[in-house]
């Protein structure tokens, strides 16, 4: 039986976010003043656009007014996704990060900045950008090497199509 307020609510509203199709990724309970805030992130292999959300968000307040799992103090309901820089810390999350750009915190120390071209069950392969001049380089990161990872923002990342055009002209 879970003990704390989170996982109570993870157990009440997962079941719900998984019948939307999403995945309930991370729930978290803040004080702010004197109110309450209920944090839901929810996220799917092809993203969660804000028609989902929304959906979710009422369903998950219905669900929310029917049981006493918050109590009965005031609280806010805020649902959204993970972020342009989200955390990697699941299977899922690596492959949904495939063709991105990734900081990689390394278990046997130092980092490294990287594409994600593959994944598997084991690790993944990766494309490391060459430096001054040089080609790329790919290699092969098991999970066991990999202590953090986090999405990276690129502003001026051409896409394949893009790519693809340059090499033809």
């Given at each position: 039986?879970?003990?704390?307020?989170?996982e109570?609510?993870?157990?009440?509203?997962?079941?719900?976010v998984?019948?939307?199709g999403?995945?309930?990724?991370?729930?978290?309970?803040?004080?702010?003043?004197?109110?309450r805030?209920l944090?839901?992130?929810v996220?799917?292999?092809t993203?969660?656009d804000?028609?989902?959300?929304?959906d979710v968000?009422?369903?998950?307040s219905a669900?929310?007014?029917e049981?006493?799992a918050?109590?009965?103090?005031?609280?806010?309901?805020?649902?959204?996704?993970?972020?342009?820089?989200?955390a990697l810390?699941?299977?899922?999350?690596?492959?949904?990060?495939t063709?991105?750009?990734?900081?990689?915190?390394?278990?046997?120390g130092?980092?490294?900045?990287a594409?994600?071209?593959r994944?598997?069950?084991?690790?993944?392969d990766?494309?490391?950008?060459?430096?001054k001049g040089?080609?790329?380089?790919?290699r092969?990161?098991?999970?066991p090497?990999i202590?953090?990872?986090?999405v990276?923002v690129?502003?001026n990342?051409?896409?394949?199509?893009?790519m693809k055009?340059?090499?033809e002209a």
């Amino acid at each position: 039986m879970s003990t704390t307020q989170s996982e109570r609510l993870r157990e009440l509203l997962e079941p719900l976010v998984t019948s939307q199709g999403l995945d309930l990724e991370e729930i978290a309970v803040d004080s702010v003043g004197r109110k309450r805030v209920l944090r839901v992130v929810v996220d799917s292999d092809t993203g969660a656009d804000l028609d989902a959300i929304a959906d979710v968000s009422r369903a998950l307040s219905a669900k929310l007014d029917e049981t006493d799992a918050m109590g009965d103090a005031a609280y806010d309901l805020e649902v959204g996704t993970p972020g342009a820089e989200r955390a990697l810390t699941e299977h899922r999350h690596y492959v949904r990060a495939t063709d991105r750009l990734v900081k990689f915190q390394l278990t046997e120390g130092g980092e490294l900045t990287a594409r994600i071209l593959r994944v598997d069950e084991d690790g993944l392969d990766v494309e490391v950008p060459g430096v001054k001049g040089r080609k790329a380089t790919t290699r092969r990161l098991g999970f066991p090497e990999i202590d953090r990872a986090r999405v990276q923002v690129e502003f001026n990342r051409k896409d394949k199509k893009d790519m693809k055009e340059e090499e033809e002209a």
